[in-house]
């Protein structure tokens, strides 16, 4: 039988209710393996007892005929959900002492349908990166490695011998830490304990391209549902109008039966959408035959590797080989969405981050007054990354800037968004691009010079956020270095069935990519 930690949510459903394995077991082999992963820190709090609990209780559900959708399966949380009594950080030092008195309302979807909870993953700093290097708690490290390098088997001790044990920082050359590769971000926790095997799936969320870009990075599936499909209460916000969680699965079908539970309606979150939720697992069998999939001529940009402007062909191919028509179509203000994006959001996100004061949750340092307490409290809590996006923020909104960027960058927004809806009022039925222009980056590689270099990566990724819609990042294969690429579909606004039927073709034809052997344990 293939290891517990191996199945799919489908197959650990299946062997639950056949009884070939308890809900307490798969919970152990999790737990087990995540202890043994320590090195890749995707993991910021494991929760094994509390695993062990849920476990038992979805074993006596079990046991009386009561299962219900996600029974037993053992999950990862990113650390920006709130979760009761459980520490959550959102990757900040200035909430590493947080302990909310509430549940999120997608985490507390999840147990409701019998999810177990296995701990808090890893994420840049207030889901701020592309990397998940700004993380206050060391950054994430990949699973996979490039071939060139997975050859030397020493490369497990030399990540645990570089990881100093106080701060989970990397030390050493930066050459040689170069060579581990990044799992993207900011839910690099996510889809590297995914793609590792140390959870069957797990939530993330995506402002910007923070749930599909690491999909892309790891050879996982993730999807950021249509603004409003998933409900935002809980969880630590960045930007209101852009934030959406959504699950990172290992199959199209894991994240369609993960999105089911995790959305719907929520009275305590306005922008969610009175609207029922379908069944997504149904839709991955529907196929493409008569669908019309746009391919967008603007995303064809320079400096994109020529490997992942093959595959976005082959993407194609596969596509119309499976039935679909294809056609060329435009979204000509696609390229200022991504200096759009980094004036709608840093602006928001300075707004949002205003409550972190020293006052009401998290640090404090003491200051002479209360306005040197706050200085005090948010020069210490908050990193870089962190403080360029307020800077930036506050500049943008302040008197003299405001026309000139941020209402501007609104302007821009809603064309982008018409762009799109021009391409849908066509009868296109999903749009398929690249999910990012490269494959993993090293860490150490991007951005600590010139921030831009970091922000390039969401160029394929932030023009769905500011539109609103659906998108999907599904693996469609390897680079020459063995590393995994991914292809992005988007969808019509509260149409993610689409995706998971398109998706599961191009899954298909691809061929679900062998994760990394773990190298780290
Ligand atoms: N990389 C983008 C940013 O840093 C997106 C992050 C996200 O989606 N949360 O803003």
């Given at each position: 039988m293939t290891e517990l930690t191996h199945l799919t949510i489908s197959e650990a459903r299946d062997g639950l209710k056949a009884k070939t394995f308890s809900a307490t077991e798969l919970a152990q082999a999790h737990i087990a393996a995540v202890e043994k992963a320590?090195?890749?820190?995707?993991?910021?709090?494991?929760t094994p007892e509390k695993a062990l609990a849920m476990a038992k209780a979805s074993d006596e559900k079990i046991a009386r005929g009561e299962?219900?959708?996600?029974?037993g399966i053992p999950l990862g949380v990113k650390d920006l959900f709130c979760t009761d009594g459980v520490t959550a950080t959102a990757g900040s030092k200035i909430l590493g002492n947080f302990n909310p008195p509430y549940e999120s309302t997608v985490t507390q979807n999840l147990w409701n349908d019998g999810a177990v909870m296995l701990g808090k993953l890893n994420l840049d700093e207030f889901a701020m990166?592309?990397?998940?290097?700004?993380?206050a708690y060391g950054p994430v490290v990949s699973p996979w490695l490039r071939r060139d390098d997975s050859g030397s088997n020493s490369l497990g001790t030399v990540l645990r011998s570089a990881r100093?044990?106080?701060?989970n920082t990397l030390q050493g050359d930066a050459g040689l830490l170069s060579k581990f590769r990044v799992p993207g971000g900011s839910s690099g926790g996510s889809a590297a304990a995914v793609a590792a095997h140390l959870c069957l799936g797990a939530t993330a969320t995506d402002t910007g391209g923070s749930i599909r870009q690491p999909a892309a990075f790891t050879g996982t599936v993730g999807i950021k549902p249509t603004?409003?499909?998933?409900?935002?209460?809980g969880t630590v916000a960045f930007a209101s109008s852009l934030d959406q969680a959504g699950p990172i699965a290992r199959t199209v079908r894991d994240a369609a039966i993960m999105l089911r539970s995790m959305a719907g309606p929520d009275a305590?979150?306005?922008?969610?959408?009175d609207l029922p939720v379908p069944d997504y697992e149904a839709a991955?069998?529907?196929?493409?035959?008569?669908l019309k999939i746009g391919i967008p001529k603007?995303?064809?940009?320079?400096?994109?590797?020529p490997e992942i402007e093959k595959l976005w062909q082959q993407g194609t191919e596969w596509l119309r080989a499976a039935g679909a028509e294809i056609v060329e179509v435009s979204l000509p203000h696609t390229k200022y969405a991504l200096p759009a994006y980094y004036i709608v959001a840093p602006a928001e996100a300075s707004s949002n981050l205003a409550?972190?004061?020293?006052?009401?949750y998290g640090l404090r340092e003491n200051g002479k007054d209360i306005a040197d307490m706050y200085e005090r409290t948010r020069a210490a809590g908050f990193g870089r990354e962190v403080k360029r996006r307020i800077m930036i923020g506050t500049y943008v909104l302040s008197a003299g800037y405001y026309d000139a960027y941020y209402v501007r960058a609104q302007k821009i927004r809603t064309l982008i968004k018409r762009d799109f809806e021009e391409v849908y009022a066509q009868g296109v039925h999903a749009i398929l691009t690249p999910?990012?222009?490269?494959?993993a980056f090293g860490i150490g590689?991007?951005?600590?010079?010139?921030p831009v270099e970091m922000y390039l990566n969401d160029i394929f990724t932030v023009t769905v956020n500011m539109a609103g819609l659906p998108g999907l990042a599904v693996p469609a294969g390897l680079d020459s270095q063995g590393l995994p690429l991914g292809l992005q579909l988007i969808g019509r606004a509260f149409d993610e069935e689409t995706l998971f039927a398109v998706g599961q073709v191009i899954e298909d034809a691809a061929g679900r990519i062998a994760l990394p052997q773990p190298w780290w344990a």
């Open positions: 320590r090195a890749l820190n995707a993991y910021v709090l494991e299962a219900r959708a996600l029974e990166g592309s990397s998940n290097e700004t993380s100093d044990s106080a701060t603004y409003g499909r998933v409900s935002r209460w305590k979150d306005t922008t969610c959408a991955v069998t529907r196929g493409v035959k008569g603007e995303y064809r940009v320079e400096g994109m590797s409550r972190y004061d020293g006052v009401r999910a990012t222009p490269s494959a590689e991007k951005g600590s010079g010139d």
